[in-house]
């Protein structure tokens, strides 16, 4: 489910608190799912709205925080770690997003920076996940609209993913 299914995509969201509310509350309480072991909510950075309802109003098994390796991103993350741990929601993990740049020559280029994510995990024990590095693979896939495992299982980005998942699972549930 999305709010892009439900605007045009020239639409801007201009929303404040009581919206994003009744949105999330909607999608959450109203949408028919099926059966389902998960859900995943990607919400944006950050502390606020979007995070404090999900938190405060929906049964939250856990979060997943995902950031690149950037110090100025890592604000944000240190920012979230401490929102959830004050609202009891769990921190399953971190994981370090567009970690790097491989090369067709197989170089790694670490573009925003390397190991902040991991070390942000460290200084708040919390639980290091993984590293997913950035790939034309995925970002065409993201653009088409079909999961890169979906489309490509044995891919090395699926196989990231699925791993990530796996320590999710395993560890937590």
Do not use: C
């Amino acid at each position: 489910m999305s709010i892009g299914f439900l605007v045009d995509e020239t639409t801007p969201m201009i929303w404040r608190g009581p919206m994003v509310t009744s949105a999330i509350k909607t999608f959450t309480q109203k949408v028919l799912w099926k059966d389902l072991d998960f859900i995943v909510v990607d919400m944006p950075p950050g502390t606020g709205d979007t995070q404090l309802t999900f938190a405060q109003e929906i049964k939250v098994d856990g979060a997943v925080i995902v950031s690149t390796p950037q110090e100025i991103a890592l604000l944000d993350v240190k920012r979230g770690i401490g929102m959830f741990d004050k609202l009891k929601v769990p921190i399953l993990g971190l994981v370090d997003n567009m970690s790097f740049f491989r090369s067709d020559d197989g170089k790694n280029y670490n573009i925003f920076g390397e190991g902040g994510v991991e070390k942000v995990a460290s200084d708040y024990e919390k639980t290091f996940l993984g590293k997913i590095p950035i790939n034309i693979d995925l970002r065409v896939a993201a653009d088409s609209g079909k999961p890169l495992f979906e489309k490509n299982p044995d891919h090395e980005i699926s196989k990231i993913f699925s791993d990530i998942a796996e320590k999710i699972k395993n560890t937590f549930f």
